[in-house]
């Protein structure tokens, strides 16, 4: 006898949800990784659904075959348990393959989100350097005159990646609450500020040319000049979270323009997350009956039966159709449908 045959998800949390609520993003990288998990957790899902689907038309097959040497009453229960399969196994197919599109671009706005997020993640080395001090009256000289020099430390590893080549990842937060609203955690890039005079990304005076920048104090009225560098970017982790702890609920608009990626683009994509977690949450709920006892006494199939051994107009409720019908279905499928 076969067992019920559920498509369902991997234990995630609520049911068709892919979020961690243990998450616990600090850097960019970490959120480059936490996306990439929802990218990874909602195609293990529908992978898992179709390759529950295909096992049910499988099977199906294998029913067809294993009743047709057998007698003419169990032939006609393997053909009503493989039709029933076939029939679960094309509908949960169909509603999988219903949820395509929502699902790529879903993906596609992960990957654009992540991959976003290695980018910012290099670009924070983005430095101005230090620049010794120069004669003020050669400082706007060519060949003599002050440079700005952009510095930026490029990794010789793949972007957020180890020693070890694995991916880096933010740590976890010892209890969370299960039951908050899904949020999503991004660094976003905005220009650095200059400090006051004698701080970082300013002009120093100086009295003496030639004079490296680090551990030198500025001074007004100086007849030497050099920059003081520093960092071109600030980066900060802007999280924006759902109006309401409900899977389907939307993410909360974010409409600041200062920063990288600005808040459009971060709506726009949510969006586009948020129809793959509703897919996923519909593709986690598709299930296919290939129970064979519970087929044998499904409504449906028991009506049938009635009308075959009373006629057309027969119903298996009427009391004198009603031993018929069971004296059938026991002689097709057996006591427990162990014929099948």
């Known amino acids: 006898v076969l067992t019920t045959l559920t498509l369902q998800l991997l234990q995630l949390g609520e049911a068709g949800t892919i979020h961690n609520k243990k998450a616990q993003i600090a850097t960019a990288c970490g959120a480059s990784d936490y996306l990439r998990s929802l990218e990874s957790?909602?195609?293990?899902?529908?992978?898992?659904?179709?390759?529950?689907?295909?096992?049910?038309?499988?099977?199906?097959?294998?029913?067809?075959?294993?009743?047709a040497s057998t007698s003419p009453e169990t032939q006609g229960?393997?053909?009503?348990?493989?039709?029933?399969?076939?029939?679960?196994?094309?509908?949960?197919?169909?509603?999988?393959?219903?949820?395509?599109?929502?699902?790529?671009?879903?993906?596609?706005?992960?990957?654009r989100l992540a991959g976003g997020q290695e980018v910012i993640a290099e670009l924070t080395s983005l430095k101005i350097a230090d620049v010794t001090t120069v004669r003020?009256?050669?400082?706007?000289?060519?060949?003599?005159?002050?440079?700005?020099?952009?510095?930026?430390?490029?990794?010789?590893?793949?972007?957020?990646?180890?020693?070890?080549?694995s991916?880096?990842?933010?740590?976890?937060?010892?209890?969370?609450?299960?039951?908050?609203?899904?949020?999503?955690?991004?660094?976003?890039?905005?220009?650095?500020?200059?400090?006051?005079?004698?701080?970082?990304?300013?002009v120093c005076g100086h009295s003496t040319p030639n004079t490296p920048i680090a551990g030198i104090s500025c001074a007004d009225d100086q007849t030497s000049f050099g920059i003081k560098g520093g960092s071109v970017f600030k980066t900060t982790i802007k999280t924006t979270t759902k109006k309401e702890a409900k899977l389907a609920s939307e993410y909360t608009e974010e409409t600041s323009t200062n920063t990288v990626p600005n808040g459009p683009t971060i709506t726009a994509e949510l969006k586009l997350l948020l129809q793959l977690e509703k897919a996923v949450d519909t593709i986690?709920?598709?299930?296919?009956?290939?129970?064979a006892?519970?087929?044998?006494?499904?409504?449906?199939?028991?009506?049938?039966?009635?009308?075959?051994v009373d006629g057309d107009s027969a119903t298996y409720a009427n009391p004198a159709t009603k031993p018929k019908g069971d004296a059938l279905i026991k002689a097709m499928f057996g006591d427990k449908a162990e014929n099948v």
């Open 136 to 165: 003020a009256a050669s400082a706007t000289t060519t060949g003599n005159h002050l440079k700005i020099a952009p510095d930026l430390q490029i990794s010789k590893k793949a972007a957020c990646a180890g020693d070890d080549g």
């Open 284 to 291: 986690s709920a598709i299930s296919v009956e290939t129970d």
């Open 293 to 308: 006892a519970t087929i044998a006494k499904s409504s449906d199939i028991q009506e049938a039966i009635a009308r075959a």
């Open 77 to 111: 229960a393997g053909q009503i348990i493989a039709t029933r399969l076939t029939e679960g196994a094309v509908r949960a197919m169909g509603a999988i393959f219903a949820q395509n599109h929502a699902v790529s671009a879903g993906l596609s706005a992960i990957g």
């Open 167 to 202: 991916r880096k990842k933010d740590g976890e937060k010892i209890a969370a609450d299960q039951n908050s609203p899904d949020e999503i955690s991004l660094a976003v890039l905005s220009p650095a500020a200059p400090w006051t005079y004698d701080g970082q990304l300013t």
């Open 41 to 67: 957790a909602a195609a293990t899902a529908v992978k898992n659904a179709l390759n529950k689907a295909i096992e049910a038309a499988t099977t199906a097959m294998k029913k067809k075959v294993a009743s």
